[in-house]
């Protein structure tokens, strides 16, 4: 598939970490991720280290600014890439954190519609138990999830990363560069769509204020 020619633009790709640690796995990914990344796909990665919990009397007040600024990063992007540890057979409380704040968002270019993928870097399972939750939470959202090929890279297998938390390993190098051209692919496919807010539950709670 000619992508590159097919496409009249760069894709923008949201990359966000799950895990807030200095030499993360997860964060470490994405950093590889913006090195093997198509030359046309640019993977930029948001830090969710200043959002507060979500809570919906903060939020009646006005978003706090790191909020806004997520919301923005989202609405800008063509795709978003969630990287997700394992913590206690789930996803991290930071990452749940920042897409429950994000899913509130029901505004044209927010995760309603919005491609997206999940990757992980982690245990024995590299992270399989935490994605099929993201897939669910993320189902809800309304992002269109792109499931295969997938990313589960086990972190502690000998050579894999180094000290600092980048990605060394070269098969996993390889495996990250093949999830993301065929990312590329999908965002491609998927193109512009008409924008259309689906109901859920928030939806009905407002109505009925």
């Known amino acids: 598939m000619a992508l590159e020619q097919s496409s009249d633009k760069r894709q923008r790709v949201l990359a966000v970490s799950g895990s807030l640690r200095k030499t993360s ?9 913006q090195e093997v990344a198509p030359d046309w796909m640019d993977v930029e990665i ?10 919906g009397d903060l939020e009646a007040q006005g978003d706090p600014e790191p909020v806004r600024a997520l919301k923005s990063a989202i609405r800008e992007s063509d795709a978003v890439m969630f990287a997700t540890p394992e913590y206690n057979w789930g996803t991290s409380g930071v990452m749940k954190n920042a897409i429950d704040w994000a899913s509130r968002d029901r505004e044209e270019g927010s995760l309603m519609g919005k491609p997206g993928t999940i990757i992980g870097a982690g245990g024995r399972a590299g992270t399989s138990r935490p994605q099929m939750q993201l897939l669910e939470t993320l189902g809800e959202t309304g992002t269109i999830v792109m499931v295969k090929p997938g990313v589960m890279i086990s972190a502690f297998a000998p050579d894999t990363f180094d000290s600092d938390g980048n990605l060394i390993s070269p098969q996993a190098r390889e495996l990250l560069g093949k999830h993301l051209d065929e990312f590329a692919k999908w965002i491609f496919r998927l193109g512009p769509r008409d924008f ?3 109901a859920c539950e928030m939806d009905i709670a407002l109505a009925a204020r």
């Not at 796995?25 to 991720?33: D, P």
């Open 46 to 55: 948001f830090d969710i280290r200043d959002l507060p919990f979500y809570d």
């Open 196 to 198: 259309v807010p689906f």
């Open 25 to 33: 796995f997860n964060t470490g990914l994405l950093r590889a991720a």
